[in-house]
């Protein structure tokens, strides 16, 4: 049991269960050899446990969602929700409900799970096929799922999106219990699928990507190249279907499935943002595993295009409501923003296994802006109420009609609430990873980690309060003294770096070479790809401290992001900021923030599960309808992070505070 518990992460994020010949350079830690003790994330994954998973397994039986499994055994009633895809809804919590077990054994749960695993299999057809969405009906199915199997497969049946997410359900409940009974449904599929595309089979480019991960997961777990290999295929079959190349609508042209071109033409982040992020991992996975350098080089440019034009301050990506799509080159607007919470779960796998495949640790500055803001922020604090979108800017002037205010407990497409379900769990698991004797802290969250550095046992033990403090210690426990390198990361944002790119940038840069002690004396270092590198022959109890600059950062956005022209954005650490209603008189959208504003943090454990906020003095615009004037006076301004903004209720949200006022908009009500 305790190796399969320790092989749960790395089939997850990419080590090997089979130890094959040719993987990810850089292998991850599991999160079940991490255990935490910070109140940030030991507190959400207590929640996730407590209240999301619970919640989101009722309301998959209060929506149908399981009924239609039982429907589809018996192969008679109506397809009973909206969506072919919502039969992921069940595999995604019970994904995440095995990560919960892997660490918090619970015999009630496990036994509800393999209930539904029951229900599961018997809504499997003969050869493997499993797709509710038909097999209630086959004669009738549900509309996208077209008149025969996999004929819309290409556009919106999602039948080979089901199949993806089932694979990581499954081997997500394998390794934390050991059971075979829902990865044998599992292999059953996959093997239908080997069965029936190849390239002397049936072609497609699969419509919303994800089985290409899962067939990966699977891989890792059996050792069955067909697998690998079908992964693989589904990849390349990208950009072959000729679509219409002088249309510059993204559904006709093939950009909104990432399926213009071949995969390895591609240079820019395109089409919806969910399937380019699940496309973009399993490009990196397969990468990994068969050295196809063509497909690193091409994930490579596409990084850096995202990362350089089309990601928002706080991390979100995917800008146009209109696909759920990422759109032109610095197309980022406040107002309209999109800003799909999986969209950023989907960010977070990618950034990590571009790291474990180059080992630099901007990757994981991206990853750390996204887990600390711009994902977290699709979760309310009581675990129960979720964000589809997240906004940059809720106005009563400016804000898009059909832009959420408020968050809901669930939605007719619930894909993203499901999603935190499986992402949350398994957070442990990205803190630390190893290659050889170069150990790599990634995350700086207190708890220990238990790694094996050349057969030798080895302990971490970090203890710190971030992210709203900057001191951060070490205790490196080796069973014995052994050589090692420790590289800890030295985040950009404490290198005068807002964000990998130019994209975004400090007003004012203070750039100060952070002291590191090994035992109470400084050390020299060097900075490789980020981490300061510490190599030494470690000894039991060896501590290791520094302590990162926790300044109010003024960040301003690149001259082509027309939203942002003269207007800051405010950052502490890893944690962007956002001024909302409750705490500013009801307003947000009429501060003022000039150049030279002092903010002052102030810890309030209160407040919001307890956070540092900012205030400062600052100037608001006013509006007196009577007497027909507008006018601007001094207030005391509170800015709280911005992920935890919505959850007292709705009104007013901004992001981005201009510095002065150079025009006024009349806008009727």
């Given at each position: 049991?305790?190796?399969k ?42 929640t ?140 059953k ?19 919303h ?13 059996t ?7 079908l ?15 002088k ?7 093939g ?8 995969v ?29 350098s ?34 032109d ?9 999109y ?8 960010s ?69 609430p499901t ?5 949350i ?35 971490i ?47 004012k ?21 980020g981490?300061?590198?510490i190599?030494?022959k ?26 942002d ?63 027909q ?12 992070p ?28």
């Amino acid at each position: 049991m305790i190796k399969k518990l320790c092989l749960l992460l790395m089939a997850c994020c990419g080590f090997s269960a089979y130890a094959q010949k040719q993987d990810y350079p850089i292998q991850p830690v599991p999160f079940t050899n991490v255990k935490l003790t910070d109140h940030f994330w030991t507190s959400r994954i207590e929640t996730n446990r407590t209240a999301t998973i619970p919640a989101s397994f009722a309301r998959c039986e209060s929506t149908g969602r399981v009924k239609n499994f039982v429907m589809a055994a018996e192969h008679q009633g109506k397809f009973c929700t909206t969506y072919p895809f919502d039969d992921t809804d069940i595999y995604k919590t019970i994904e995440g409900a095995s990560y919960s077990l892997a660490v918090y054994p619970d015999p009630k749960l496990s036994a509800y799970i393999d209930s539904l695993i029951g229900i599961i299999g018997r809504a499997q057809e003969p050869d493997g096929y499993l797709y509710t969405a038909r097999s209630i009906d086959p004669a009738h199915p549900q509309s996208w799922a077209g008149p025969e199997r996999w004929v819309n497969e290409q556009k919106s049946s999602h039948e080979l999106y089901n199949c993806g997410h089932m694979y990581e359900a499954a081997a997500a409940h394998y390794m934390a219990t050991g059971k075979r009974n829902f990865l044998d449904i599992a292999i059953k599929n996959a093997d239908l699928l080997v069965k029936t595309f190849g390239p002397d089979k049936k072609h497609v480019a699969p419509g919303h990507e994800i089985v290409e991960m899962g067939l990966v997961r699977l891989y890792r777990i059996t050792g069955k190249k067909d697998y690998l290999d079908l992964a693989k295929f589904f990849i390349d079959q990208r950009g072959i279907k000729k679509y219409n190349k002088k249309s510059q609508n993204v559904y006709e042209n093939g950009t909104y499935f990432q399926d213009d071109k071949p995969v390895i033409d591609q240079d820019e982040a395109e089409g919806h943002a969910v399937r380019a992020m699940y496309l973009y991992s399993g490009m990196a996975d397969v990468a990994a595993l068969t050295g196809d350098s063509a497909y690193i080089k091409a994930i490579d440019k596409i990084w850096d295009n995202m990362v350089g034009k089309k990601m928002y301050v706080q991390g979100s990506i995917g800008a146009v409501g209109d696909g759920e799509r990422f759109g032109d080159n610095y197309e980022l607007p406040n107002a309209t923003a999109y800003n799909e919470t999986c969209a950023a779960i989907g960010s977070v796998f990618w950034n990590q296994r571009m790291f474990l495949l180059h080992g630099d640790s901007k990757y994981i500055d991206v990853m750390e802006k996204t887990l600390y803001n711009g994902l977290i922020s699709g979760v309310g604090l009581d675990g129960k109420s979720f964000f589809y979108t997240n906004a940059m800017q809720v106005s009563n002037s400016f804000n898009h009609p059909d832009l959420e205010r408020e968050r809901s407990g669930w939605f007719e497409c619930s894909c993203c609430p499901t999603n935190v379900v499986r992402l949350i769990p398994s957070i442990p698991g990205y803190i630390y990873a190893q290659n050889g004797n170069d150990v790599y802290v990634n995350l700086f969250i207190s708890g220990t980690g238990n790694l094996t550095i050349n057969n030798k046992a080895l302990k971490i033990t970090q203890e710190n309060n971030y992210p709203w403090d900057g001191g951060l210690a070490f205790t490196i426990n080796p069973a014995s003294a052994m050589e090692m390198n420790l590289r800890i990361r030295i985040p950009g944002w404490a290198q005068d770096e807002a964000m990998p790119s130019n994209l975004y940038s400090y007003e004012k840069q203070s750039a100060q070479k952070i002291e590191i002690k090994v035992n109470g004396k400084p050390v020299d270092y060097q900075i490789e790809k980020g981490y300061a590198v510490i190599s030494k022959k470690w000894k039991k109890n060896d501590k290791v401290e520094l302590t990162l600059p926790m300044d109010v950062r003024r960040v301003v956005a690149n001259a082509s992001v027309p939203d942002d022209n003269g207007k800051v954005a405010l950052q502490r650490g890893p944690i962007m900021y956002c001024a909302e209603w409750k705490d500013n008189d009801g307003r947000a959208s009429n501060i003022i923030v000039p150049k030279g504003t002092v903010f002052t943090p102030q810890y309030v454990p209160s407040l919001l599960n307890g956070v540092t906020i900012l205030k400062a003095e600052v100037k608001t615009i006013n509006v007196d309808e009577t007497a027909q004037t507008i006018s601007t006076e001094n207030k005391t301004m509170t800015a709280i992070p911005y992920y935890s903004w919505a959850n007292r209720g709705k009104g007013e949200m901004t992001v981005w505070f201009p510095e002065k006022v150079t025009d006024v908009a009349l806008i009727s009500k």
